[in-house]
């Protein structure tokens, strides 16, 4: 039971890892998506728990960063009101000939920008 365990802890950190990495060059939350993979490699291998506390720490840092200054922090909303605003349109006329617009993207663009403006 331990073993059938570990290999599909492996097998989901190994595809969410896989989805994270393919989202930083296409849409989405990719860095949330391997942090997740690490969360549940973590449970497992004592080098992605060392690897989450790491990113953990960094993401801390990065937060500690971007809060640091107001025209940061309203660029940052700026950005995502405007990310939410193009998923709202892409969602609404998924039918346009504009390369990579669909509605699946402006929903993963809607999403994106939740996650950004509650962080």
Known sequence: MRLAKR???TIV???LLA???AMMVLPGPGILVIVAGLA???????WARSLLD???TQAEKAQEAAVASRWRTAGTVLFAVGMLALGIVMLALPDL???LWSGLTG???GVT???LLTT
């Open 7 to 9: 290999f599909a802890v």
């Open 13 to 15: 950190g190994v595809v």
């Open 19 to 21: 989805a994270g990495a």
């Open 40 to 46: 549940v490699l973590a449970t497992e291998y004592v």
């Open 54 to 56: 790491r990113a953990r």
């Open 97 to 99: 000939d504009v390369p």
């Open 107 to 109: 929903g993963i663009l």
């Open 113 to 115: 920008a939740l996650i």
